[in-house]
């Protein structure tokens, strides 16, 4: 006999987990099936346990600037090991909250693989010996790194490795090269930077972390390269060659052969959804480039079946995969929903930091508005003076038209912290009148973020 529940939730990611608690508190019974770890790639293998290692790159590369604080340290080094393992512990602290969560809120974990067949009002899911029915299913089985094996691009373990080696090395290498310049290859580069590895970054496109407005991105070049990180843009890995001692990559750049050597390559070029192997097609599910395809709630066209997150498409963003989940469940309980096209804020936790949420300059030309830009950097922010963080600015862009604010874009110390002030803008459709009128604390960095919409109008105030 089955297992009945209302719902069963595959997958226990940031998008799966916060699914399964917000349909225990519609009063859903529901069950959450788990392959690996609870709280999925981003709390055990991804955003939480980069950012503990980041965070460790980023205090021990600070020493570097002591003395402009009027401070000295006797010995200046590093326990890579112990880097390496308190950044393990936060995400086994997470991934036991996550279990506390799911307790909490009476949400059967069931461990194991799902396997999906035809059923009565939802696909029947198949657990090793368990067969579970419900009335819904929501596949949240999120994505894993893009391989190239054809080019030599598949991890090993030792020489060739994806986020996942990346996080637990048994040392950190002499020499590095990271294949793509995305938020994951540019966090890797920075760690890696920080703690002294000489770090080379391979982009095919034509700058580095292409999906940002392009003066953030090249000012993040600029800024990087002072760090000390090479980049070689645009240019395409031709093959890369496995050896005893490293690695030797032939790029094309600039329609010039060159072959790159170094201990360890980290492949950052990409993701691809998990559909395999739990029978989708079978069920008639479409999917295209490794992605569920769905409608705006999530539904897959397989009646009680449907989708979010990193498996149903990009942008592939943890935050973005728990508001599809609260939308998708709030919709088929018939609440009124989440606001599904709310603005979705990405970071980048590099040093500096880069965050940005809405439409690019390029974007906004290209949709026919007319945009009006604001900028203001951090060099004269009090703040970010007093703090020796004057690195980067902030960039505001309206619809010249209607007056509201339809992007926002930063690079600079701790950005990732400030940038949901302007996401909250957005989500209540602010205009120019509404942020100008907003009282920013002083001091803060975050006044730059007031003088970059005074100046979108020619207000600006302090340069």
């Known amino acids: 006999m089955a297992d009945a529940f209302d719902l069963i939730v595959i997958g226990s990611g940031p998008g799966g987990y916060v699914t399964a ?8 019974k529901t069950a959450i099936v788990e392959r690996a770890e609870l709280g999925g790639i981003c709390l055990n293998w991804g955003c939480i346990p980069t950012k503990a290692l980041l965070k460790s790159g980023e205090m021990y590369e600070q020493l570097d600037h002591l003395k402009d604080y009027g401070l000295s340290v006797e010995k200046r080094g590093f326990d890579f090991d112990a880097v390496v393992k308190r950044s393990r512990k936060v995400a086994s602290q997470l991934n036991q909250g996550v ?11 069931v461990q194991g693989a799902a396997r999906l067949e035809k059923g009565k009002d939802a696909p029947t899911v198949i657990v090793g010996d368990r067969k579970l029915t419900a009335k819904h299913v929501i596949l949240a089985t999120g994505a894993r790194a893009r391989t190239i094996p054809a080019i030599g691009l598949e991890p090993d373990g030792d020489r060739v490795w994806t986020y996942r080696e990346a996080l637990v090395p048994k040392a950190a290498p002499k020499s590095l090269v990271v294949i793509g310049s995305g938020a994951i290859g540019m966090e890797f580069a920075s760690f890696y930077k920080a703690l002294g590895s000489d770090v080379t970054v391979i982009e095919m496109m034509p700058r580095i972390l292409p999906v940002e407005d392009e003066e953030v991105s090249k000012a993040a070049h600029k800024a990087f390269e002072k760090r000390g990180i090479k980049f070689r843009v645009p240019a395409n890995v031709k093959k890369l060659t496995k050896g005893k001692s490293g690695v030797s990559l032939e790029i094309e750049a600039g329609g010039k052969a ?34 569920v395809v769905t409608d705006a709630h999530g539904a897959t066209g397989v009646p009680g079946l449907y989708a979010i ?20 469940i709030e919709h088929i309980a018939g609440e009124t929903p989440a606001n599904l096209t709310a603005p979705i804020p990405g970071c980048t936790y590099t040093t500096p930091q880069i965050a940005s949420v809405g439409l690019t300059e390029a974007q906004a030309k290209e ?9 203001f950097p951090f060099r004269v922010n009090g703040k970010a003076i007093a703090a020796g963080e004057t690195e980067g600015f902030v960039k505001t862009i309206f619809d010249g038209k209607t007056g509201a604010l339809i992007g ?8 990732t912290e400030m940038i949901q002030g302007f996401a909250l803008a957005m989500t209540l459709e602010a205009t120019e009148a509404e942020l100008h009128a907003t009282v920013f604390p002083h001091p803060t960095m975050s006044e730059a973020m007031h003088e970059a919409s005074l100046d979108a109008y020619g207000k600006v105030l302090h340069i």
Do not use: Y
């Open 258 to 291: 060159e072959t790159l050597n170094a201990d360890v390559a980290i492949v950052a070029v990409g993701i691809v959804g998990n559909v395999e192997d739990m029978g989708l097609e079978a069920l008639g599910v479409k999917i295209e480039k490794t992605h």
């Open 21 to 28: 608690i917000r349909a225990s508190q519609l009063g859903f």
């Open 367 to 375: 949709q026919g508005l007319e945009p009006k830009v604001g900028r």
């Open 99 to 109: 279990a506390f969560l799911m307790k909490k809120h009476k949400i059967e974990v």
């Open 408 to 415: 926002a874009h930063m690079i600079g110390h701790e950005v």
């Open 309 to 328: 997150g990193d498996v149903a498409g990009p942008p592939w963003l943890a935050h973005k995969a728990s508001h599809e989940g609260v939308h998708c």
